[in-house]
């Protein structure tokens, strides 16, 4: 097994590979003057299992495409499989038809990665599961939810009140109060699906006092989050942190969520950004040696 260092990861890929202790396959890569993308492998994958570690968070269609493009590279030289290990899976929220007219952007996403050599896949919370089972290999989604509890458990926040701000990401609030045994609860959330508003409300909810962690998948403009402290503040909360997954962090995200009365955001490096306090690698090395070894 060799690790091809991604360039949208190249601090990841390089802990997982010292990790997972197999051999790095360092990347040459380029934009050229019209904005194409180039790439090419700085050593030989011939005869080898190629693993890619490559996330897809902004600019997602370039850091696509050279995923894309280093699979096919890959292929091409020889590599007898090749594993993509896509920390943040780009376009997984758009897993249905929505609205009448739209695509499903997801399976457009594992269609593409397909026909460019992808055997394989292995991502971090992926939205929803479920996407997944329609790519055309195998694809599967790890969760870091354990990872980011430790984190506060060595904080020193055992029991604290786990919230999921909706109760579709109820399964990552439970498997966090699974590691820091607190509460758990969830909010309702609505989305207008035209305008992309949310509305949240905190019916039932017992916080007063408490030290609340709202975990989620993804952290992007902050609404969620910042709707989901405001609630908590207004029922008494004593201190409230967030963690995620994917701290896409958009614009003034950071700032507007600690306004809002948050007091640390927590992410992992599947999207590098300053709230990446928690690695993934410990994580995808696991499961690269349960690939090597089966
Ligand atoms: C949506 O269902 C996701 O789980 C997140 O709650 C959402 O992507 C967060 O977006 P934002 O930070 O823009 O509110």
């Known amino acids: 097994m060799k690790i091809i260092i991604g360039p949208a990861s190249k601090e990841l890929a390089e802990k997982v590979a010292e990790l997972t202790n197999a051999e790095k396959i360092p990347v040459a890569y380029k934009t050229f003057p019209d904005g194409e ?37 890959a292929r091409r030289n020889g590599a007898t499989k090749v594993t993509a290990v896509v920390p943040y899976l780009a376009y997984a929220r758009q897993d249905k038809m929505f609205l009448q007219g739209e ?36 694809a599967r989604s790890l969760s870091a939810i354990p990872l980011l509890a430790e984190y506060f458990v060595s904080k020193g926040m055992r029991k604290a009140f786990v919230l999921s701000p909706d109760k579709g990401a109820l399964h990552i609030a439970q498997q966090a109060q699974l590691v820091l045994g607190g509460g758990c609860g969830h909010l309702e959330k609505q989305r207008d699906r035209y305008t992309g508003k949310t509305s949240q409300t905190g019916k039932g909810l017992d916080v007063k006092g408490e ?65 990446s306090k928690v690695s993934l690698a410990p994580l995808i090395s696991k499961e690269l040696k349960a690939l090597k070894s089966g």
């Open 211 to 275: 030290s609340v962690i709202i975990f989620d998948d993804i952290i992007s403009t902050g609404g969620t989050i910042v709707g989901a402290a405001k609630i908590l503040r207004e029922l008494g909360a004593a201190h409230v942190y967030t963690a995620c997954v994917h701290p896409l962090l958009i614009g003034d995200a950071e700032k507007r969520i600690l306004d809002a009365g948050v007091e640390e955001i927590v992410g992992t490096d599947s999207v590098p950004s300053g709230a």
């Open 103 to 138: 695509n499903v952007s997801i399976e457009t996403v594992g269609g593409m990665l397909a026909s460019a050599g992808v055997n394989e896949l292995i991502t971090v919370n992926v939205h929803q599961a479920s996407a997944l089972a329609k790519f055309p290999f195998s």
């Open 37 to 73: 993308a180039y790439v090419r492998l700085e050593s030989s994958v011939q005869g080898e299992h190629a693993v890619i570690v490559q996330t897809t968070c902004a600019p997602q269609d370039s850091n696509l495409i050279q995923l894309a493009f280093l699979a096919d590279a």
